[in-house]
């Protein structure tokens, strides 16, 4: 899931290399001194060393070229070509590369290659027969239009690979990512960069969403400075009332911390302790006590009260979350360069009861090791929801037991095209199987994850989804049809089977698959989900997290089942009221969601899936999440389900989507097709209960400003359809989403979730007072209305810069503390009457700047300079670097 970004990635094959039994030559001259000659019979060591010569580059040429619409969505086109370029003569034809691309192809522009489609993002290149082979040195251009737009350097994937009849593949070396020794980030040397704003940047000709260069961003910080003295007494996430009694900071942690637990149990607390033994501040019987004591009528589960006097911490509070969550508050006041705080009263309880970050790891399979830091992370500020994405049509990861196909071939991906060992290669992933991109958990795995996640008050939500995005599921499932059958086992075969054997639809997923749904009208569909839920049950049973919510997905694909004999008969014969292939998916989250709750679990699912379900027929009070865009009337859905009732949980893509891009740069990582620019200082403008104010304040993703009409509509039979929310109702809370499609390595994941996940708790826990209240009544909001007045806006500037300034100065070193991967953001900067000024989004981050090809020097004040320069800004440890941007001189 949850990509509606209409994304394909292509995946060329080079393949075998054996035609009129001539294969590649080398002559025998001063050019080719020192090359190996290569003999008329294929090898697995010629295919080898051809992997590891060949050249390829990947090139943007223009997202309007003439033949296409320039406007809208409906025929727009971009043009891009593949060049190889070969270290020896190449004269067979008989061969394929397959490689990574991130939109469908249109028309290819060449008489020498064809490409092809496999399945979903994998393709292969052809030569046809009028090929004339590549000579040693020689370049030949494979041009081609592709569907929509290209806006980002990482649209075009790594690992392009050759096959050649049974050889085992050739992994072509210049397609592979390096890594920048000092950001640690990828680097794609096969990508010719893009350069031309005009032509390379553009979605359509009404875009007018600036690049993100130096000066760009330098304008974007003008509001934020360094201010020392404002993160003295700052916690992340922002307490609900906060009275400061002292200004000397005579409360010294430096001998550390007593507890005086008074019956309440350390274990709950143990996290939390050593986060502060991480910054400094350990369990000493010298230091100062902290006193533990109980809340009275706390007035939601996290509540607490901490008083810190020179002579002692008090914490009460009413739960372990509580006294958790005071804990880290105390640690969020500590610098890390001066253990001393203030004294102070804090009264604080959560804003939202569902707190969560949502987490792909079947895109792209993500270490334990990586799940585990980051649910410490989400304990530090205040989050209690993890949304663990374990399934989808590139990846199944969890063991089942009983189920053993599901990992042995539905974790990974490799040059099967059979798919009897593995799924297809997808995502650029390349041909082998032995990479970091494919894996699963293991029963014990997945048990040390939830025992992990309950010692700090987290909930972990388990996510297979169905009936859409269940490539590896069908796939695993088929394979152990097809095993059982051969040992004459039909009832055991036909047991979990995900599809209509004889099913002749042709449809496609929005990713082009067309495989990739199960089948809802066979019984053994659903035999499956009943298999796979009380096994996941009996995990969260064993780790002592009882499993009580369960994400189906409910995605589901337009056009499936329509030549199902399967579905047809079911519409006939079914007594479930179920009588339109239109009805069939919903009639599949319906009986999913009843199963759940006749277990006890309460079932979840995204918006547009729950949205097509009969309301009578589901469960009292399932959850929802919202992933729709704003300006593209998502606030609509997320009115309307908050008004049945359900447990609604914001998940807004434009904001909330951490796998978007941090700025509007083409070398940023992170699909765009919701956001190109979903930096910290937005996501801390979000005014989350009231989606139609942020009309006020943000703009489309072309950056043009939109309207939102929150007034009460009807239809012609005068059945309501939109409108404003119930007084009555509201939502339950936010979620960040990480998906890991471009995500092959866990620090690229941390880069992209930090330090937006603290943003993230900020707005789950605390409401600004700057935000917009909302209007029962229903309006309209545009950025010519002024419900978000001037004031307003003053104050969530000033308070933002606050934020801006805690992060800068106290938070991000301790997620260097924790070894956490965060994004060391790109500097303002702009060169004036031969000046050079800069800025920073987090103020007390050190900047260096240089001479292109000079040495960095530290950024302390302007400086003269007479020429183009580069600027970079350090992590806050002085370790890593940022990306570095050029500062043009005039």
Request: proline share 4%; aromatic share 10%.
């Amino acid at each position: 899931m949850k990509h509606d970004l209409l994304v394909v990635v292509i995946i060329f094959t080079l393949a075998t290399m054996a035609c009129s039994g001539q294969y590649v030559t080398v002559k025998d001259s001063a050019a080719t001194q020192g090359k190996a000659l290569v003999s008329t019979t294929m090898t697995q060591t010629m295919l080898n060393q051809l992997g590891g010569s060949l050249d390829v580059k990947y090139r943007l040429l223009t997202n309007f070229p003439k033949s296409c619409s320039t406007t809208g969505v409906d025929g727009r086109c971009f043009s891009a070509q593949i060049e190889l370029t070969s270290d020896v003569d190449l004269m067979s034809s008989d061969w394929a590369i397959y490689f990574s691309l991130m939109r469908p192809v249109r028309n290819v522009f060449s008489t020498e290659f064809t490409i092809q489609r496999v399945q979903g993002d994998l393709h292969k290149i052809i030569p046809t027969a009028l090929f004339t082979g590549l000579k040693q040195g020689q370049t030949k251009k494979i041009g081609f239009l592709g569907e929509f737009w290209q806006l980002s350097e990482i649209d075009a994937m790594p690992n392009y690979y050759l096959v050649s009849g049974d050889l085992l593949p050739a992994l072509i070396k210049s397609t592979v990512v390096t890594r920048d020794p000092e950001t640690g980030m990828e680097i794609r040397p096969y990508v010719i960069a893009f350069s031309d704003a005009e032509k390379h940047y553009k979605r359509s000709d009404r875009d007018v969403i600036k690049w993100a260069t130096a000066d760009v961003i330098f304008q974007a910080n003008q509001e934020i400075n360094l201010q020392t003295h404002s993160a003295i007494n700052t916690i992340i996430p922002t307490p609900n009332k906060v009275d400061i009694t002292s200004d000397n900071k005579p409360v010294s942690l430096y001998s550390g911390i007593k507890l005086e637990l008074n019956g309440h149990k350390k274990a709950p607390i143990a996290a939390a302790l050593l986060r502060l033994k991480r910054i400094g501040v350990r369990e000493n019987k010298e230091g100062i006590s902290i006193v533990f004591s109980s809340l009275a009528n706390p007035s939601k589960a996290g509540a607490y009260k901490l008083e810190i006097t020179e002579q002692a911490i008090m914490l009460a509070a009413g739960d372990d979350a509580g006294f958790s969550y005071g804990l880290s508050s105390l640690a969020s006041l500590v610098d890390t360069q001066d253990l001393s705080i203030n004294t102070l009263l804090i009264e604080d309880t959560p804003r939202y009861d569902f707190r969560g970050m949502h987490i792909d790891v079947a895109r792209n399979f993500h270490s334990k090791q990586l799940v585990l830091d980051i649910l410490d992370q989400m304990a530090a500020y205040k989050l209690n929801k993890l949304h663990l994405h374990m399934a989808d049509d590139e990846g199944w990861r969890l063991q089942i037991d009983g189920l053993p196909e599901l990992t042995d071939i539905g974790s990974k991906r490799c040059h099967d095209l059979n798919e009897t060992t593995c799924l297809l290669p997808q995502l650029g992933s390349g041909p082998f199987a032995e990479t970091e991109v494919n894996g699963y958990y293991t029963k014990n795995d997945y048990i040390e994850i939830l025992k992990y996640a309950s010692a700090r008050q987290i909930q972990v939500i388990p996510s297979m989804d169905m009936p859409g995005h269940s490539r590896a599921a069908i796939k695993s499932m088929d394979a152990r049809y097809n095993t059982l059958m051969a040992d004459g086992d039909s009832v055991a075969a036909n047991a979990y089977l995900l599809r209509d054997l004889n099913d002749k639809t042709v449809y496609s997923s929005i990713q082009n698959y067309d495989d990739n749904t199960v089948n809802v009208c066979v019984e053994s569909t659903f035999n499956f989900v009943d298999k796979v839920v009380d096994e996941i049950a009996k995990l969260h049973e064993a780790a002592g997290q009882p499993l009580t919510i369960y994400h189906i997905g409910a995605d589901e694909t337009a056009g499936a089942w329509l030549d199902s004999p399967e579905c047809q008969s079911f519409l006939v014969n079914n007594t479930h009221n179920v009588t339109s292939f239109d009805d069939l998916g919903a009639y599949f989250v319906e009986r999913v969601a009843n199963i759940l709750s006749d277990k006890g679990i309460k079932p979840a699912g995204w918006s547009d899936g729950m949205s097509h379900t009969r309301v009578e027929n589901m469960p009292s009070k399932p959850q929802t999440n919202v992933w729709d865009i704003i300006s593209h009337g998502g606030y609509k859905r997320a009115h309307m389900q908050a008004n049945l009732g359900w447990d609604t949980v914001l998940g807004m893509p434009e904001i909330l989507y951490f796998d978007s891009p941090y700025e509007a740069d083409p070398k940023e990582h992170g699909y765009y097709w919701a956001s190109r620019n979903s930096n910290e200082r937005k996501l801390y403008g979000f005014m989350p209960d009231n989606l139609p104010a942020n009309a006020e304040q943000w703009t489309d993703i072309q950056g043009l400003a939109f309207e939102v009409d929150d007034t009460e509509k009807r239809d012609e039979n005068g059945k309501r359809v939109s409108g404003p929310i119930k007084t009555d109702k509201g939502f339950t809370g936010i979620q960040g989403q990480i998906w890991s499609e471009t995500l092959r390595s866990d620090d690229l994941v941390e880069y992209m979730i930090f330090p937006r996940l603290l943003l993230l708790a900020e707005k789950a826990w605390h409401k600004a007072s700057w935000e917009v209240p909302y209007q029962y009544l229903g309006t309209i909001y545009n950025q010519e209305t002024d419900f978000f007045t001037d004031e307003m806006r003053d104050s969530q500037t000033k308070q933002w810069s606050v934020i801006a300034n805690t992060l800068g100065q106290k938070e991000l070193i301790k997620l260097d503390l924790a070894g956490i991967n965060y994004r060391v953001p790109t500097v303002g900067a702009m060169i004036q009457q031969g000046q050079l000024y800069t800025n920073i989004i987090y103020p007390g981050l050190k900047v260096e700047y240089r001479v292109p090809g000079g040495e960095w020097q530290k950024y302390l004040s302007p400086v003269n300079v007479n020429a183009q320069v580069e600027v970079r800004a350090v992590a806050a440890d002085n370790d890593r670097k940022g990306r570095a941007l050029i500062v043009e001189y005039h």
